[in-house]
């Protein structure tokens, strides 16, 4: 028997051997032996893992996980899903669509009110980041945010989805979160506070998509550009002003439309970063922001440096935005 046909045979005697464990398991479930099932669970995953079957362990927490699940055994599902995390840390797992797909799952199925859920995803998304990005996957955040957008959790979804790059997605989230809970005159500053931290977060595709798609989407906004609202007007100038990257048409279009960015303090402040990143702009002498004002800047605007550390968003639990 050559290698490959050994390692084939050993894959699937390993593969054998799980399924009878999981027939053994799901029936004590089935029985409602959910704590014995549960500590079963457990006792099989450090026995994989200290084998170095990290595969086969995830793939059984992960099921089992599923199947506490939908008897709405909460604690030991989370208990399993906390599981996966760890085989995934302690194997040097590659992140993979499918990996991803399954921690969103699992995400979906948790009690949104629960600190496990919290835990999880701060978890998820930091194991995430050994893959494309400091902050996290960008495929697990917008997961992340499409499910936290069916529970109309639309802050938390909005924070997600700024860590993707689905703005088009975004768009659609904010027309909803727009229309049920903001006031008609407040229209345009649900899209400006999105394409302002796209660009801190140095992506001008995404401002771009979540710009054009909002105003083509949302039923109070009239066909433009021009628009009758002076903001989205100011939006429009300024992501034609990043392509071009003139100074001088970057600080005549803030000076012009002051009275608009003054509705929101935190305007000027996204744009002094925006000035530094695509308009050369020195930063500021004294820049230090205390309490959530600083660290709402930190983690949108610290994150475009290269050089900054993981430590700022070593806890990647979602945050307020607004």
Not at 147 to 160: D, F, G, M
Not at 195 to 200: E, K, N, Y
């Amino acid at each position: 028997m050559s290698e490959q046909e050994s390692l084939k045979s050993s894959s699937a005697r390993n593969r054998g051997g799980v399924q009878r464990v999981e027939g053994k398991l799901r029936a004590s479930v089935e029985r409602g032996d959910y704590y014995e099932a549960h500590q079963m669970y457990r006792t099989l995953f450090f026995r994989y893992m200290s084998q170095e079957k990290h595969a086969e362990a995830r793939e059984l927490m992960y099921n089992g996980a599923l199947l506490f699940f939908s008897y709405n055994q909460r604690n030991s599902a989370a208990d399993l899903s906390m599981l996966v995390l760890e085989s995934l840390e302690k194997s040097g797992a590659k992140v993979d669509d499918e990996t991803l797909e399954h921690l969103a799952k699992l995400f979906s199925l948790m009690d949104p009110n629960s600190p496990e859920r919290v835990a999880f995803v701060s978890r998820a998304i930091k194991w995430s980041s050994g893959g494309s990005g400091k902050l996290g996957d960008p495929k697990l955040h917008q997961l992340l945010a499409l499910t936290l957008w069916k529970e109309q959790n639309y802050s938390e979804s909005r924070y997600h989805f700024l860590h993707s790059s689905d703005g088009e997605g975004c768009a659609q989230m904010l027309v909803e979160y727009s229309s049920a809970q903001g006031f008609h005159g407040e229209v345009d500053m649900f899209v400006a506070q999105a394409v302002l931290q796209f660009l801190c977060l140095k992506n001008k595709t995404s401002a771009l998509v979540v710009f054009t798609t909002y105003t083509q989407k949302h039923p109070s906004i009239e066909k433009g550009p021009p628009y009758v609202q002076p903001l989205l007007n100011f939006l429009w100038f300024l992501l034609l002003a990043v392509d071009g990257g003139k100074l001088t048409v970057f600080t005549v279009l803030c000076e012009q439309y002051q009275p608009s960015l003054k509705r929101d303090p935190m305007y000027n402040e996204y744009l002094d970063r925006i000035g530094q990143l695509f308009f050369g702009v020195p930063p500021k002498q004294s820049s230090s922001y205390g309490g959530l004002l600083g660290n709402l800047l930190n983690s949108l605007m610290g994150s475009g440096e290269e050089e900054e550390g993981e430590e700022a968003q070593e806890d990647s639990s979602p945050i307020e935005l607004d």
